[in-house]
């Protein structure tokens, strides 16, 4: 009778270990609806703003890089009408000014200040593979799949992530960039290879660079030069405005893939009537061929 007493005990302490381990997991997931967490990235706290839909199950995640005002919140917003249609995690992170600057941002912060090229543990790219791991390890998923969509200067990051470490993205949409890494050296960098040490820009690096899962998502109206477009002569020198330098981004890159016999994972989508919007470009429908194709 005291041995079954005995059993019986701890197996219900057993089961109550289990319980409370499984709430504790929970509770570290994120949160259904709108949300704010923070983790550690290089030492220091990293923002997220989340969004989880209500009918969430174990569908993949999307990683929103906001453009140049940093506005992160603003953005995770955006992405909502995405989130729900397609019932992902929507996941955005906060590159500020301060801890992340043009040099690092927009160009992936490859190069130190003599012009050499950084050791790859010291990209800010590596920004990404840390937030797939602290969303997996919150949802308990550890092959949770993942895609990253940007808009303006957060699709100039991920052109230039797409070059360098495009990771297991399954897809990198890039909206309406204000300027590209053109696979030539007849672009300085960083809208071109001119400039950069050959571990930067030489064959391998071209092959993985086409054969990205990269979207370059446009706006037929984007045509406008507007606050904070870059008329460099080096970005002039892609086409007058966004819409033009990313076709001809798509269309070099394009060929340079069919003459060397290459694979080219690229893809090309617009979206008729949009300028320079972020939330009308996700909210199109379009996006969903940008995400996943046809």
Avoid: C
Avoid at 172 to 187: D, Q, T, W
Avoid at 234 to 245: D, I, V
Avoid at 251 to 266: H, P, Q, T, V, Y
């Amino acid at each position: 009778m005291l041995m079954g007493l005995r059993a019986i005990f701890f197996r219900w302490v057993g089961l109550v270990g289990i319980m409370a381990g499984s709430l504790a997991l929970r509770a570290e997931s994120l949160p259904v609806g709108r949300a704010q967490v923070d983790f550690s990235f290089q030492g220091s706290p990293l923002t997220l703003f989340t969004y989880k839909p209500s009918h969430y199950t174990n569908g993949p995640l999307l990683v929103v890089f906001h453009g140049v005002m940093r506005n992160a919140d603003n953005y995770r917003d955006f992405a909502i009408t995405m989130a729900d249609r397609f019932g992902v995690i929507v996941v955005a992170p906060v590159l500020d000014l301060a801890r992340f600057p043009e040099e690092w941002y927009q160009r992936g912060g490859l190069l130190d200040a003599s012009g050499q090229a950084k050791p790859p543990g010291e990209w800010m790219f590596n920004v990404v593979p840390a937030i797939v791991a602290e969303v997996r390890a919150r949802e308990a998923q550890p092959t949770l799949a993942y895609s990253l969509i940007g808009h303006s200067a957060g699709a100039q990051f991920l052109i230039r992530l797409a070059a360098y470490l495009p990771g297991e993205a399954r897809r990198i949409v890039a909206g309406n960039a204000g300027s590209l890494l053109f696979p030539s050296r007849e672009h300085a960098f960083g809208y071109g290879l001119d400039g950069l040490p050959p571990a930067l820009s030489d064959e391998t690096m071209l092959r993985r660079y086409l054969a990205a899962p990269l979207t370059l998502y446009l706006g037929t109206a984007d045509i406008t030069p507007r606050k904070k477009f870059d008329a460099s002569e080096a970005a002039m020198k892609q086409g007058p405005h966004r819409l033009a330098r990313n076709r001809a981004g798509f269309e070099l890159a394009r060929k340079m893939a069919a003459e060397r016999g290459w694979a080219f994972n690229w893809r090309k989508v617009e979206t008729p009537g949009i300028d320079h919007d972020a939330e009308r470009m996700f909210a199109a429908k379009e996006v969903a061929e940008a995400l996943f194709g046809k």
